[in-house]
Each structure stands twice: as C-alpha cells, then as structure tokens.
C-alpha cells in the first residue's frame, strides 16, 4: 500500500574505529575542509589535498578512508559547480541538515546566544580565536580545533553535540547526499554511543531542534563545566593562536 508520510530515520550508529590521535586528527581536518562551503575556486586543491593526505602517514584505518575516499569521488564527478549547488540545497534548504551544532542543542531560541558564547568561551580556553566572521560551534570549525589543537575541549564540544552530530547525519543520509560520507568519518572516530545518548538522539530525529518555550532557564543542555573550569585556569598567552581563515 502506498503512504505519503513517514516518521523521521534513525539511522543505527557507526561502529566505532580506532584511531591513533594523529589518525584522528587526519580524518578531522578532511572533513573540516570538505565541509566548509565549496568555492570554486579552492574546492579542486582541497580535494587534492585531502587525497594526498589519505595516502600519507597518518592516514585514517581503511573503514574510514574508504568512506573519505567515496565522498572525493563523488565531489570530482558533480563537479566545483554542481557541488555549490547541492551543498546550498543540501545546507541552506533543509531544516535538519544544519552545520552548526547548537542548533540541535537549542533551536533558534533564546538559549542560541548563551550556547554560542560557550563554544566562543571553549576556542578561548584552548588558546585559539576565529579569524573570520563565523560562527564558533560550525561543525568544521570545531573539527579543525580537534584537529589542530588536539585538545580535550574539543573532545567535549564533540561528545557534548553527539545527537546533532547523529541527526544531521541521518538527514544526509535521508537526502542521498555524499555529504553523509563526511559525518560517517567522523562519527567513526569518536567513543561508542551509551544507551542514554542513542535514546536523546531518538527523540532529536523525532521531535526536532527545540522550540522557543515560556520560562525557558539559563542553563544549556550540555555540560560547559569543563571549558568554563579551563578558563578560570588559564594563563595570559604569549601568543594567540588562530583558526584558519
């Protein structure tokens, strides 16, 4: 019988790869690159770079490269400008496909604010600030922060935004999108999902990001003790690292 409608997919979750953290590191800043917006102009050598550094070194185990590997194919066969313009479909169009993690967090409430300032608070706490103007919690922005840091704070961001992470990846994979290829990487190399995270992740895909509620608190749905008790700690920086621009 034909139906028009059905309920959102849970999609089971990867199993976990071990990774070394320079293994970790490679498969973070790949996605971090192919992420971001495909300019025409540098899209080509950032595939080009990715490639060489699958074949390099510190290269990620084979599950993970082959699912990197698939997404540069892909890419090359769209092309610079068919890629622009599935990832504004894909990204700009779809309510679930968004890049930045407090958005599953905390939807466009009140609450987006205070949630950004902790991730601008977290980038401060590891010794490194933005060089553009994006926003900090843009999912390749903290993948280069783990990526280039190799700092617990950006484990905490991670695991802190799992179900966004797990959401966005379902609704990739809902749209046939080979941007799914690049959350699949990553998700590969972080720690296995516990029952609580697989049931909140449950109800994220069914009910959405939060709504906007009446007497709505001060206090984020995610843990931001460990980075706001890093920048008590923290000692004054000869110098201030940056994030790529």
Known sequence: MTTFVRAPRVLA?????????AQRATTHMIASLLL??????TVTDRLDASEAALAGPDAPPEPVAAVLRRFIAAARDLGPRGLA????????RRRRCCLYLTYYAVGDTRQRGSAILAFKEALAAAGWE???????????V??????RSGDEIADVLLSSHREGIEVLRAALTDAHSPYTDLVEAVSMTLPEID?????????????????????VTDTLPFPTLPVRSALTGLAPA????????
């Open 85 to 92: 313009e599935h990832y504004v479909e894909t990204f700009d």
């Open 142 to 147: 903290v993948l280069e922060l783990s990526a």
């Open 195 to 215: 029952g609580a995270t697989a049931d909140r992740i449950r109800a994220l895909v069914a009910a959405g990001p939060p709504t906007e509620t009446v007497g």
């Open 36 to 41: 971001d917006y495909p300019e025409e102009g």
């Open 130 to 140: 933005m060089t553009n103007d994006e926003l900090p919690d843009y999912l390749p």
């Open 13 to 21: 979750a990867p199993e976990p790869v071990a990774v070394t953290s």
């Open 238 to 245: 000869a110098a201030t690292q940056e994030t790529r621009s």
